[in-house]
């Protein structure tokens, strides 16, 4: 709430973890489109990594090999007990309700 005091909702971008990951050409196409720049990140820019489980770069700029995110990232989640998660949820859900209305966006984070 408080960015919206210095900028209108027109100028903020919120991108989606979750669609980079399922369609990053098409999320980044979004961002391209609101910065008005020419859409020159395609699908053809990305290749599935088995062992990370997640889109990477085919080949970064000036660079010959495929790029993809650090060892951090792609790793195996450990397993949280369902009852700590839906008490997570139940606690967020108004937050997550409050952030859908200013933005107009559903980002699906109650599921």
Known sequence: ??????????????VSGERLISDPAGEL??????LGLKRIITD??????QTKGFP????????SKPHCLGKTKGRTHPNIDPEVVQRLRDFYRP???KFYQMTGHIFGWEE
Do not use: T
């Open 29 to 34: 196409g979004r961002v391209q489109d609101f």
């Open 95 to 97: 937050f997550n309700m």
């Open 1 to 14: 709430e408080n960015w919206l005091q210095y900028f209108p909702m027109g100028q903020i971008l919120f």
């Open 56 to 63: 990477c770069l085919k080949k970064a700029e000036g660079s």
């Open 44 to 49: 053809k820019h990305f290749y599935f990594n």
